[in-house]
């Protein structure tokens, strides 16, 4: 437990130094979502809260041009965080993307009530919010290479992570993967090659 | 085999929210046909999440912009914050809606997921062609759901704007060749086609008529350049 806890301090001290990257400690937004869903844990719920309400509201604010609005977006995101984190399965991905999908619907049934004047909520049936892994595992399902690759992927850093599927499941090129995450040509290059070294030896492991 | 899907472009202003429902919907069935695209669709999802919730890059847009940071009164913040824990209402597991379904000559079809909440037009025939809106009122972009029977075609026509035809059951051909379920079929005015059907099928067809795309939707395809085509 301790050396998780230092561990986990060294961590964020190492992004903290770093001026480069500004990586999310996802299992520390699991465990907050988690004790939402099992405790009803406010605290929990109120440092969710700060985390995650004031880029909520700027991407809202992006959109729909107006306080108010973003402000009920807010409201509407977190809401549903709280009255649903019961749902929300850790193996299925991770809570930022959990989120990510309420406030996009959210965000899109406002929209549409402005564009279109129409409240009709549509967008839980077009972005369901427990997805199905059936459709996921299925696709794996022949291959046992590409499965086996996607467990050594997901020991990379993120950063990297990002690059690597970027580049090889969505064909993205390294110059769209630069505008896309919004980060120099170099640096992509730079992580593709450090993230390709550490697939080769570990898929070369695996194979012995 | 599907052998249409919907360019990279298009998938990620999905994933991001920006394309209008009609066109949301068409990407949400091929989806669903389509287990390489889902796995894109989740790939794109992850990345976009995980970028929009970085502290830098709110940071950046709060610079950008000069607004005042967010909240405006921490006081204000806290009242939300003690407005929603003050329900202990748990949201219901699942939506238990059974699926829609709708009857074109006869034939009983069941209607995509995306669909269930959209309120359909009444069914207007002319010959083999069978037409029910989809009314979405998203001005110049008309949505339908339209069946062609048996022996049916579409005479050769060109589109202004853009035309989507996605298959939802049955088959069809075209000068291009055979389409299967699941086939998301872009094309432009640049494209003359005449689609036929040996035994009878269902699209979901997405038309903007106008010359000119809205500025909303010209931003989402301005970057696409090809899209169309
Ligand atoms: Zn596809």
Redesign the pocket.
């Given at each position: 437990m301790l050396a998780m806890d230092s561990r986990l301090l060294s961590r964020q001290s190492a992004v903290r130094s770093s001026s480069m990257t500004n990586e999310i400690n996802h299992s520390q937004l699991c465990q907050w979502l988690n004790a939402i869903a099992l405790d009803r844990d406010k605290a929990a719920f109120t440092a969710l809260f700060r985390f995650f309400a004031p880029k909520i509201h700027a991407i809202a604010y992006g959109k729909l041009n107006s306080e108010a609005l973003a402000s009920e977006v807010v409201q509407d995101t977190m809401s549903k965080v709280w009255r649903k984190a019961h749902l929300f399965d850790d193996s299925k991905g991770a809570v930022t993307t959990w989120v990510y999908t309420i406030m996009r619907n959210v965000t899109f049934d406002f929209l549409r009530k402005m564009k279109a004047n129409k409240e009709d909520n549509l967008s839980d049936d077009i972005w369901p919010l427990a997805e199905p892994l059936s459709s996921e595992e299925e696709s794996f399902k022949d291959h046992l290479q590409n499965r086996n690759l996607q467990g050594v992927l997901a020991t990379l850093p993120e950063s990297q992570q990002q690059v690597v599927k970027g580049f090889y499941f969505l064909e993205m090129s390294q110059e769209q993967l630069a505008t896309h995450l919004n980060l120099p040509l170099g640096t992509i290059k730079s992580r593709l090659r450090l993230a390709l070294g550490k697939l080769k030896t570990k898929l070369g492991e695996n194979n012995d | 085999m599907?052998k249409?899907?919907?360019k990279f472009e298009l998938l990620k202003s999905f994933v991001e929210g920006d394309l209008p429902a009609s066109l949301a919907a068409g990407v949400a069935i091929?989806?669903d046909?389509?287990?390489?695209?889902?796995q894109?669709i989740d790939l794109l999802t992850e990345q976009v999440a995980e970028m929009s919730f970085e502290q830098q890059a709110t940071d950046k847009l709060f610079i950008d912009d000069q607004r005042q940071s967010y909240p405006p009164a921490s006081a204000h913040l806290d009242d939300m914050i003690a407005q929603i824990t003050a329900s202990d209402a748990l949201a219901s597991t699942q939506r238990t809606a059974a699926p829609v379904t709708m009857s074109f000559k006869g034939t009983q079809y069941q209607l995509p997921n995306a669909l269930r909440n959209m309120s359909l037009g009444k069914i207007a025939q002319i010959g083999k062609l069978s037409r029910a809106r989809v009314q979405l009122d998203e001005g110049k972009i008309h949505t339908s759901l339209l069946h062609i029977a048996a022996g049916g075609s579409i005479p050769e026509h060109t589109h202004k704007g853009f035309e989507l035809t996605l298959l939802l059951a049955g088959s069809f051909a075209d000068a291009a060749g055979e389409y299967v379920p699941?086939d998301?079929i872009m094309l432009d005015q640049r494209h003359q086609h005449q689609p036929a059907t040996e035994a009878g099928c269902l699209c979901y067809t997405v038309v903007n008529d106008a010359l000119h795309f809205t500025q909303g939707i010209n931003k989402m395809l301005n970057p696409i350049g090809s899209f169309i085509y």
């Open positions: - | 599907i249409h899907h919907p091929h989806a046909f389509c287990s390489i695209c889902q894109h699941g998301f």
